[in-house]
């Protein structure tokens, strides 16, 4: 019993029936495993409701198929609508660039 971190329940059982006899350290142990059940149990349980947790939170902040699908075709939209202003942008800046250099050109000569 020199580490107490590798003493085996065997060990602990012998050493009680030596200082309080049989009954007592069947007494004992059966006490000793019965909360190291509950302890386990209760940390289980623990476990589960963080998972359920995560879980929950997971569906709450994280988009479905579905979510994807109504963002896609949204954003399907502005592009379309922004790539439309674009070309009457662009044509726009033509038309003004051509007619700046007639313009230009009326000067010179």
């Known amino acids: ?44 349980d623990e476990t589960k409701l963080e998972i359920e947790r995560w879980r929950n939170e997971l569906k709450d902040n994280f988009a479905t198929k579905a979510d994807q699908a109504n963002f896609e075709k949204r954003l399907i939209k502005r592009v379309s609508a922004v790539e439309g202003t674009i070309i009457i942008w662009m044509f726009v800046f033509w038309f003004t660039l051509i007619i700046a250099m007639y313009i230009i050109f009326k000067f010179i000569q």
């Open 1 to 44: 019993m020199d580490n107490p971190s590798t003493i085996s329940t065997a060990e602990i059982h012998n050493f009680l029936v030596r200082r309080l006899g049989e009954k007592e350290a069947d007494e004992i142990m059966e006490y000793i495993e019965s909360e190291i059940d509950k302890n386990i149990a209760a940390k289980g």
